[in-house]
């Protein structure tokens, strides 16, 4: 990764279009110990993978979409959290990505 990337360009896809950003992957290899958890595969990766991936999702409709989320910074929570309606564009978007169950249980709104 010694190239230079934008933070929108994905390092590639899944089979369900889900991605992290070239940029995205730095910031966890820059964590304490992020190389070894993202070389074991452990859950501290892979959670922030589908986080990074939702997000993405949730960025990229944005661009279409701009009113079907709002993005904003949870001071409580000191992460980035999102609304969206429960039947809208980003629940059908996640459907279809076959994410859905990242959010079952959850209320409407998500902090990364």
């Not at 010694?2 to 360009?9: D, L, M, N």
Request: aromatic share 16%; with cysteine.
């Amino acid at each position: 990764m010694k190239k230079k990337h934008t933070f929108r360009e994905p390092l590639g896809k899944d089979k369900n279009g889900l991605y992290i950003t070239a940029a995205q992957m730095q910031f966890f290899l820059n964590r304490r110990n992020g190389g070894k958890s993202f070389i074991l595969g452990d859950s501290v990766f892979f959670t922030y993978f589908y986080k990074c991936a939702v997000y993405n999702i949730i960025w990229d409709l944005m661009e279409t979409y701009p009113d079907c989320a709002t993005l904003y910074w949870d001071d409580n929570e000191e992460g980035l959290g999102v609304k969206f309606p429960e039947d809208g564009l980003v629940v059908e978007e996640l459907k279809k990505r076959k994410i859905q169950h990242f959010f079952e249980g959850e209320e409407d709104e998500r902090i990364f």
